[in-house]
């Protein structure tokens, strides 16, 4: 009798987690809605763009694999026209800048109310141009960046951008993932743009959507212990060259938000799930919501209320410090990019690694986590230790079939 009862405790547990995780799951995974809300707003032609064709009359884009990790943020692996990408998606109508979990107000996105019937191309242009302003500071060359948009914006490719494809373009520029795509659109490590409808766009493919670990069913990832998960992951990743390969392009792509055309961009969450690679093992950002302006950042950030520096944080890795004598968040964000990144690679490096070098890589690897912001002549012992870095994994992978 007492074994009965512990199966049947046992049986009741575990479909209670199931049930809680499937709901969660399903909380998570909102494609459906996702595709209702953007066609709706399409085919009363409120918006409009070059994605719009295929996810609401042809059907030749469709969700296929959830990758979301947050309900407001829907990813989703997709096949437009029978070409693999990754299709992105904004759910639920935020009122306010909520500093926990996102810098970017939702009610104008959802609304797609701007800009207004009778707007002229000028009158867009200079929206535009005081957004990337207020976003990116007063950088000298943002006339360049507003052209830019708008030949993005512009998704028929016919000369003109229609009030729908304004809509879908000023909701999009909410987006600071989206900035950022069009500001590296020629960078390697950046996910290239395939196509949008309103404040849903579609990149390109990335065939590994982690930096490192092993994809299993949700079911089965309730039972495994987080300490062994982690151990398992490190055991599932390419060889150590190609490892090395896939690190260097992280270094490439630290260069290329620091002190970037048009101003630095803070990474506030370097963490693995964010990160991806192809093929060819080179490196794709997967999720970059989380790659913010600096000046946008220190704007929103400077003299909030705190009591300890844990209420100076943004995402997970942008932290600045709290002054106790006015209990306000100072502006400037404690740790750099490059030391966050070196952060995340330490193990996956070290792992593996070939005795040789592997003294003198964690070496390195501790000097680049030690980086801060505030240190004397910072950008100059950045570049440095960068440039050591990738100096010496390219040397030891070279000459390797791996790399």
Known sequence: MKYLFFSWLVVFVGSWIIYVQYSTYTELCRGKDCKKIICDKYKTGVIDGPACNSLCVTETLYFGKCLSTKPSNQMYLGIWDNLPGVVKCQMEQKLHLDFGTELEPRKEIVLFDKPTRGTTVQKFKEMVYSLFKAKLGDQGNLSELVNLILTVADGDKDGQVSLGEAKSAWALLQLNEFLLMVILQDKEHTPKLMGFCGDLYVTESVEYTSLYGLSLPWVIELFIPSGFRRSMDQLFTPSWPRKAKIAIGLLEFVEDVFHGPYGNFLMCDTSARTLGYNSRYDLKMLDMRKIVPETNLKELIKDRHCESDLDCVYGTDCRTSCDQSTMRCTSEVIQPNLAKACQLLKDYLLRGAPSEIREELEKQLYSCIALKVTAHQME????????????????????TNDS
């Not at 950045?382 to 040397?395: D, E, P, R, V």
């Open 380 to 399: 100059m012992e950045h570049s440095l230790i960068l440039n050591n870095l990738k100096t010496l994994l390219w040397k030891k992978i070279s000459y």
